[in-house]
Structures are given as structure tokens and as C-alpha cells.
């Protein structure tokens, strides 16, 4: 796999909260490379399982990885004079919508404008103005009529947005938080192809975590791992964000710690990324960390849990960018720290007796 | 399709090279005469058929707005400022690309997640932004582009298609009148015909004025990508114009009140053609046609545009139909432009 071409494929597609059907298919086709098994659960999360390497009949710990790929997105709500209006899913900056690019996922593709009113027909209060979603409208360019017959309501619409190489190794895009994490996760696996691990590594794609973290919360209690690691997108360093709020891009793994993280796992992963000369950077989470680690930690019994953070700047934005060395970094952690499980790690977390 | 290579070419205000060179290989072979004055304008002459002919000025402008690299920041961002009239709210997450070196850069903004609810509200003035282009230092930065370069949006053209044959696209404004007037050349006319194609409309009609004083038209027509307003509204006041009802003819504008008689040209043609066409609503706007009516002793002057939605963003939209029917509206005025009585 090729981190940079498997993040612009799956940047480019389309998988809003709900609808993530496509994004799946992409990462089944890469997952299922490094995989002993492949399933979907109900919820529609991806679940690839890469057994470890014990004695077929010995029963194996497993941990799970979770990263989400749903992206932020819009829905058609009404069809007004030609124009559409919409409602957003998942949390939207009103603000970065004037004059974006969308596709509108009608009987077929669609491309669309978010409208924009001309400087010259705008007074000075109305120029002073977020535009409310009420006054804002997609454009696909049909008369009324021929709209009608190729959208309707609950039509999904995503933003349009090429992958951009900047320099630097950066890149910018849509969806990569957080697609970044399914390309992280594929790349540990493929490292994991040619290492050895004994603990069981369940690779999961999950679905809605933009809505509620919903596909971690039903995913992780069918699998119910021995441990978990969520990895998504730590807000990136940038002008005008003071320096506590953010993690450097290029900086390396962001590894979080606070009251959704276990202390050990932290340390574990602290000390692998020492140990292999992985840069990183400590991640103060205070209190809800708003990623799928938040639903692991307290399925069934309370799993032990971590959280791996992609730097990235401008999220929920079509402009998100990050560095690609990060990403290679955090496969690589993710990998390490897997190879590195073991039984007596499993007694310091204090996890059950394996039942036989 | 000339219209994708005219609106993906890169030619802000002060800096239409670019788009100079595609008009010109588009348009060379089918003037008699042309050259480039001492702003940047191609004007270029097909000489009339008869033998008393007037001079006839139809112009439409090269530049678009854009964005001009002020400073760079010591962590390697870079400040702008607009060139043209840029509305601050079309600005945030947009990619654009910097210099005739094309260097990608994107338009952040402090994530959603970081805000105040109230900053929510607040809308964030030009001043405030940056571009990142992926350099972490100023160092890193100037090794690909340096203070004074200028930025333009990258939009990619595409077919929306539909009934109206749309398309979309950035620089509809003017690069829809650009492919007008191109296609006109296509003919032979009775009188001299002078194209003029413009430089800097957008930061104040210059490049139209001192083509005008050269040329000394008896006639001129601007062509134009006008605004549209047409979406749904509450209050329902009239759009500027509307997209797929055919050629904008102008009343008036900010810039110039059009010729009467032009204007009774263009709209008995229409009417005899059976050529859809509209008024742009009075008021709004400034052309080419503004500097060029108080050339010299005056010249009379109208106006005919291409309608366009979302001018002066990122991305614009207009229809093939309004576009094809604009071409077909000039020509046929055009022909009856010499029997026209210009005087009072």
C-alpha cells in the first residue's frame, strides 16, 4: 500500500455519517490484503481481523483498532425554485461553506455550487453577516423541473474537493479526518504482514462517529477486544490557535492521556515510540476526547483504552492537511506497539485469565 | 473547449499574460493586425469589407479578482490581500494556486471545535487569514513564492449539462465575454472591427481606457459575465439577471448608461432573430463600457453579458445556451451596426 495514493482515493470519496458504503469498499479491498478474516457488522462497520501467531487450539488476547471512516456532510431538504437547501451532518463551521464545491448524490452525481451572493449586490450589514443555513442554497445548475426528477429529499451532498500535494510532505484534502486513521490502519497491518504478534488484531473502519460515536459503541461490544486504540485527528498546530490547543503537524503520533486514556497504555505506547526513535507528542486530553475511544472505554466491562492522534490542521473543513510522514509514523507505532503485546502486559493492565 | 482553457488560465489583474498568449493563438489567424499597448491589452484589428467604415470597439476583459501575497509569516504562512472585489466570506477553505509556478496553498481557518459560539457568528475579515502552503518557515516559504506574487483560485471547468447546458467554472467574469468576442472574429464585417482584450477591469476599468483612447472607436460594446442573483429570497426583488433567459442587455450600471440607440439595436435584433434576452436590472456593476463612453469626445457604448451565478468566487456557473445566444445576438447586431444613425 502507498500511503499517499490509498489517503487520495479514500479523501475523494464519498461517505457521509450513514452512507459510508464506498469508503468501505475501499478499505475492504486494502484491508483484506493483510486479513484472515473480513466482515460488516449491522451497523455497517468493517472489521478485518489479522489472527496472532499462538497455537491454533490456545485461546488469543485481542486488540482492537478504531478509526472512523464517515465524513461530515450534507442533506437535501427541500427543493425551492431550482435550488436546493440543506441541512448539515455533523458539525459544521457555516462559515467555510460560501462558494464550495459539493456533489449532490441524486439519481446520479451530481456536481453543485454552494451559492454565494455577488459583492455588488450587497450592502455593508449583509457583507458583516454569517450566512445563516436558511439563506443558503445548492446550485446544480437544472432548470425546476429536470431537478425534480433527479433529486429529492434526503438526498446526500458532500463538499468537492481535489487531494493537494503541498510542500513539505503535507497535503491537503477533505475527509481525512478520518480517513488518515483507515490509511494508519492499513499501514500497521501491512507492517504486521512481516513481523510477529501473538495478540489478535481486529482493524476496524467504523461507521457515524461524526454523529455520536455510534459505530465504535456497537462494533467494539461484538468484538469485545482485551484492548483498544482509537486513532483519529489532533488539531494541528496554525496561525492564530494558541500553541496549547494544538499538536505539531510533522511532529509525529500524538498519544493522548487523561481520564478516556489507561495510564498504561499511554506509558506502553510512549515507551515504544522511545524505543524505535518514533517521533511523538504527548496529548493532554482533560475530559471527553470526542473520538471513538470515548465509546471503547466503557463497553461491557470497561476495555483499557488509548488514543493515537493524526495532527491535522483546519478539521471539518474541505482544506484539512497534514503531514504524510505522520501518517507513516503512526502505522508504524500502531505495528511496534502490537508486536510488543504480551501476557505480562496483560496482568499489569489486569485483564481477566484468557477463558479456555 | 476554449471556455475551460480561458477559465482555468491564471491572469489576476496587472498580471494577464497567461491569457493573453491562449487569445492570441486563438485569434491570430483570424485579424488582420494586432498588438499589445503599454497596460497589457491585445487589440487586434479585422479590417471592414467596404470602404467608408466606422470604427467598431467590442472589448471584454482578461483579468479576474485574486489575491496578491503581502508578507510571510516566520512559520511560513501567507498573509493576502484581495485584488478586485472579493466578498472576505467566499475566502475560508478554498485551495488556490500562487504565481505562474502554480504553488498549491489552501485558505484554513481555526477548526469549528476551537470556537467560541460567538466567533461562530463573527465573520473573519481577509486580514486575519493565511495561506499554507506546507512551509514551517519563512525560509521554507520563500524558496517558493515571494512577496508581490499573485493567487488565483483553482477551479477546475466541467459540464454541469442539464437544459441550460451549464458549466462551471472560475473567471466567468469576463473570460465568458473573452470567448464571445473570439468567436466573433470568426466573421467578416463591413466596418473595421477592433477587439480589444482588456487588462485590469477589476481594479478600475484601466486597461479599457487607454485601449479606447488608441482605437478612437465610433461604436463600442463591452461584453461581459454579469451577475446573477437569482436564488430564492424573501423579499422577492427582481434578480440582477437570470441564468438560461438569454443575453444580458444593460440600461444602466454604476459605470455607464448605455447608448438608446445600441441599446434599440440590440433588442429589435433579438426580437427579429427570435433570440431570448433580458435587462440587467439597472444600477449594479461597473464595465469596461463605463471608461470607454467618456473616451476622447464620448463614444457610444453598450453592454451585453453572459448571465453568471457566483461571480467574484471561487466557482461561477453560467449556460451554454445564454453563452451561444450572446455570440449570435452580437453578430446579428453587428451586421446593422454601419446603417445605424450615431448622430443627434
Known amino acids: ?356 | 473547449m476554449l471556455l475551460k482553457e480561458l477559465s482555468e488560465a491564471f491572469g489576476v489583474s496587472g498580471h494577464e499574460g497567461a491569457v493573453r498568449q491562449l487569445i492570441l493563438d486563438a485569434i491570430k489567424d483570424l485579424v488582420d493586425e494586432h498588438h499589445v499597448d503599454a497596460l497589457g491589452n491585445l487589440i487586434a484589428l479585422k479590417k471592414g469589407s467596404s470602404k467608408t467604415h466606422r470604427k467598431v470597439m467590442v472589448a471584454a476583459h482578461m483579468d479576474e479578482v485574486g489575491l496578491m501575497i503581502m508578507y510571510i509569516e516566520k512559520e511560513g504562512s501567507l498573509r493576502f490581500r484581495p485584488v478586485g472585489g472579493i466578498d472576505d466570506r467566499v475566502l475560508l477553505s478554498k485551495k488556490v494556486l500562487i504565481s505562474d509556478n502554480k504553488v498549491p496553498g489552501v485558505i484554513g481557518v481555526k477548526p469549528i471545535h476551537l470556537l467560541e459560539p460567538k466567533a461562530r457568528q463573527q465573520v473573519m475579515r481577509v486580514q486575519e487569514m493565511s495561506i499554507d502552503i506546507g512551509a514551517s518557515s519563512k525560509e521554507e516559504a520563500e524558496r517558493l513564492v515571494k512577496i508581490g506574487d499573485y493567487a488565483a483560485f483553482d477551479t477546475s471547468f466541467s459540464q454541469v449539462s442539464g437544459e441550460w447546458r451549464t458549466v462551471k467554472g472560475k473567471a466567468f467574469d469576463d473570460r465568458a465575454g473573452c470567448a464571445v468576442l473570439i468567436e466573433l472574429l470568426q466573421e467578416s464585417y463591413p466596418f473595421d472591427f477592433y477587439a480589444a482584450f482588456t487588462v485590469q477591469e477589476e481594479v478600475g476599468l484601466r486597461g479599457a481606457r487607454v485601449a479606447a483612447y488608441s482605437i478612437a472607436p465610433d461604436v463600442a460594446f463591452a461584453l461581459e459575465g454579469t451577475i446573477c442573483d437569482d436564488l430564492p429570497k424573501k423579499r422577492d426583488a427582481s434578480p440582477t439577471t437570470a441564468l438560461g433567459a438569454g443575453p444580458a442587455i444593460t440600461i444602466m450600471d454604476r459605470s455607464v448608461i448605455a447608448d438608446r440607440r445600441l441599446v434599440d439595436l440590440l433588442v429589435d435584433t433579438a426580437q427579429k432573430h427570435g433570440i431570448p434576452y433580458q435587462f440587467k436590472q439597472p444600477g449594479l456593476g461597473g464595465t469596461d463600457a463605463g471608461a470607454i463612453h467618456l473616451s476622447r469626445e464620448g463614444v457610444p457604448s453598450a453592454v451585453v453579458a453572459v448571465p453568471s451565478r457566483y461571480i467574484h468566487s471561487p466557482v461561477c456557473l453560467l449556460s451554454l445556451n445564454d453563452l451561444d445566444n450572446t455570440v449570435r445576438l452580437m453578430r446579428e447586431s453587428l451586421a446593422k451596426v454601419q446603417e445605424l444613425n450615431l448622430s443627434h
Open chain 1, 1 to 356: 500500500m502507498q500511503i499517499k495514493e490509498f489517503l487520495k482515493k479514500l479523501s475523494e470519496a464519498s461517505g457521509v455519517s450513514g452512507y459510508e458504503a464506498s469508503v468501505r469498499e475501499l478499505a475492504r479491498e486494502e484491508f483484506s490484503q493483510y486479513a484472515d478474516e473480513m466482515r460488516v457488522d449491522t451497523m455497517g462497520n468493517l472489521i478485518a481481523l489479522k489472527c496472532g501467531e499462538a497455537a491454533q487450539e490456545v485461546p488469543r488476547r485481542s486488540i482492537m483498532l478504531a478509526g472512523h471512516m464517515d465524513e461530515i456532510g450534507l442533506l437535501v431538504t427541500k427543493l425551492e425554485k431550482g435550488f436546493l437547501r440543506f441541512a448539515t451532518v455533523g458539525g459544521f463551521d457555516l462559515r467555510v461553506l460560501l462558494g464550495q464545491e459539493v456533489v449532490v448524490h441524486g439519481r446520479r452525481e451530481l456536481p453543485g455550487i454552494i451559492s454565494t451572493r455577488p459583492p455588488h449586490v450587497l450592502t455593508t450589514e449583509e457583507r458583516e453577516q454569517v450566512v445563516p443555513l436558511d439563506k443558503l442554497f445548492i446550485d446544480v445548475g437544472l432548470p425546476e423541473d429536470e431537478l425534480g426528477k433527479l433529486v429529492r429529499v434526503g438526498d446526500v451532498i458532500t463538499l468537492h474537493r481535489q487531494f493537494t500535494e503541498l510542500t513539505a510532505n503535507l497535503v491537503a484534502g477533505k475527509a481525512f479526518d478520518d480517513r488518515a486513521a483507515v490509511v494508519c490502519m492499513a499501514s500497521c497491518l501491512q507492517h504486521l504482514a512481516s513481523m510477529k504478534h501473538t495478540w489478535d488484531v481486529y482493524a476496524v473502519a467504523t461507521v457515524q462517529e461524526e454523529v455520536g460515536l455510534k459505530g465504535a459503541l456497537t462494533s467494539t461490544f461484538g468484538i469485545a477486544p482485551d484492548i483498544g486504540i482509537a486513532i483519529d485527528v489532533g488539531h494541528g498546530n496554525m496561525l492564530g490557535v494558541p500553541e496549547v490547543d494544538t499538536v505539531n503537524v510533522g511532529g509525529g503520533p500524538a498519544i493522548g492521556f487523561g481520564p478516556n486514556i489507561h495510564p498504561l497504555m499511554y506509558s506502553r505506547l510512549v515507551e515504544t515510540a522511545k524505543a524505535y526513535e518514533i517521533p511523538y507528542q504527548p496529548d493532554p486530553i482533560p475530559g471527553h476526547s470526542g473520538t471513538d475511544a470515548w465509546a471503547m472505554q466503557v463497553t461491557r466491562e470497561g476495555i483499557p483504552t488509548a488514543l493515537v492522534s493524526i495532527p491535522l490542521r483546519y478539521m471539518h473543513t474541505s482544506v484539512e492537511t497534514l503531514s504524510l510522514k505522520d501518517l507513516e509514523r503512526v502505522g508504524r507505532l500502531l505495528s511496534l506497539f502490537i508486536a510488543s503485546l504480551n501476557e505480562a502486559f496483560a496482568k499489569e493492565l489486569g485483564l481477566s485469565n484468557i477463558p479456555t
